[in-house]
């Protein structure tokens, strides 16, 4: 058996190691309490993570949905560019068809002058026929 001598001999080796088995459970208490932290800060993370995976499913979305707005839009525009080309051949064809038309009227005005000059040297000369008339009916002149 032990004597007392050999026990507090024990107990004076032992009572470090009690010490430091005390601050090692303060250590690893302190360290459970960092652990539970950081479990909570790893859960917090993976919502967020969850939350930008939805942000980002419908980021692609929306990215779809443009590109096909962007297609339609490409489409409307090449649209528009044919209907912008028929516009310019029409424009083309309508000017040509104005300058006929004005080709025309001054041919008529040419024509029309021809005619009035015309009738005006008939008249002349009717004018003259009536005048030789009366006076050779001594008709008195009209007033």
């Known amino acids: 058996m032990l004597s007392q001598n050999d026990?507090?001999?024990?107990?004076?080796i032992f009572n470090p190691v009690q010490v430091d088995v005390s601050d090692l459970k303060k250590?690893?208490?302190?360290?459970?309490?960092?652990?539970?932290?950081?479990?909570?800060?790893?859960?917090?993370?993976?919502?967020d993570v969850s939350g930008l995976k939805v942000d980002v499913s419908d980021l692609k979305k929306d990215v779809?949905?443009?590109?096909?707005d962007v297609s339609d839009l490409k489409k409307d525009v090449s649209g528009l560019k044919v209907d912008v080309s028929d516009l310019k051949k029409g424009l083309t064809q309508t000017q040509k068809d104005v300058k006929d038309i004005k080709k025309d009227v001054a041919q008529t005005r040419k024509d029309v002058k021809v005619i009035i000059s015309y009738f005006d040297r008939e008249y002349v000369e009717l004018r003259k026929r009536i005048e030789r008339i009366e006076e050779f009916l001594r008709l008195p002149?009209?007033?």
Do not use: A, W
């Open 64 to 68: 779809s949905g443009l590109k096909v």
């Open 27 to 47: 250590d690893v208490s302190g360290l459970k309490v960092d652990v539970s932290d950081l479990k909570k800060d790893v859960s917090d993370l993976k919502t």
């Open 141 to 143: 002149p009209e007033n």
């Open 7 to 12: 026990l507090k001999q024990i107990q004076k």
